[in-house]
């Protein structure tokens, strides 16, 4: 979406507008659910920000605080059926009990390796979901030229998702979901990555390229059938 008058926002792709039926909304309210979004935001760390401001905007009675907190969820709730995940929960989904009917499907195992830098890391798709696992370690630094992937590494490092580890590297504090294997890929590397390329099948020289192709095959031909 282009830029609508002086000051508007170049780069905006994609708009979505919260409303609310209750009339008695302030702008003290719309400030701190804007605070609350952001700081969200942040936290699930599956976008790059580019406003910044998260003012805790307090100065509201204990009975509207608790209105804002339902309002959230809400937002939360209803934002990844309308295709906006940022605000989508980033750890990993728990193995449900044998007795449920729908368990997360999850890949092999993945790693990637900077040997130069003694990085390695592991990765396991999780319904759809690329998931670097705790404990892998990446860069303490980004190297690279600057890009998207640079700012959501350092959200990852305000965010204590990665942790400095020492020998200038940084650790996964958690399970954490990543848009793309690039996406892993670039934030372990410290830049720009060809995740496809980079992420191998535990135990193989294949690739995770390799390793989709095929799947998207076996699922081709069984369609078939």
């Known amino acids: 979406m282009g830029a609508y008058g002086k000051g508007g926002k170049d780069f905006w792709e994609k708009v979505c507008l919260v409303t609310s039926k209750d009339p008695n909304l302030t702008k003290g309210h719309v400030k701190h659910l804007e605070s609350l979004l952001i700081q969200n935001a942040r936290k699930v760390a599956r976008c790059t920000l580019v406003n910044g401001t998260a003012h805790d905007y307090i100065n509201l009675p204990e009975a509207d605080l608790a209105d804002m907190a339902f309002f959230l969820e809400q937002i939360r709730t209803v934002l990844p059926v309308l295709g906006f995940d940022f605000l989508r929960d980033s750890t990993r989904p728990a193995i449900q009990p044998k007795t449920q009917l729908a368990e997360p499907q999850e890949s092999p195992l993945f790693v990637l390796e900077v040997p130069k830098y003694n ?27 600057d890009h998207s992937y640079k700012a959501l590494f350092n959200q990852l490092l305000e965010g204590r998702v990665l942790t400095p580890a020492g020998s200038g590297l940084a650790a996964f504090s958690m399970d954490h979901a990543f848009s793309s294997p690039s996406a892993a890929a670039a934030v372990i590397s410290g830049r720009n990555a060809n995740g496809r390329k980079q992420w191998i099948l535990e135990g193989t020289s294949k690739t995770y390229g390799d390793w989709q192709d095929e799947q998207v095959s076996a699922s081709t031909g069984q369609s078939l059938d």
Do not use: N
């Not at 990765?123 to 630094?141: N, Y």
């Open 119 to 145: 990085i390695r890391a592991r990765a396991q798709e999780v319904d759809g979901e690329f998931f670097v696992l705790k404990d892998s370690l990446a860069r303490e630094e980004w190297v690279g030229t």
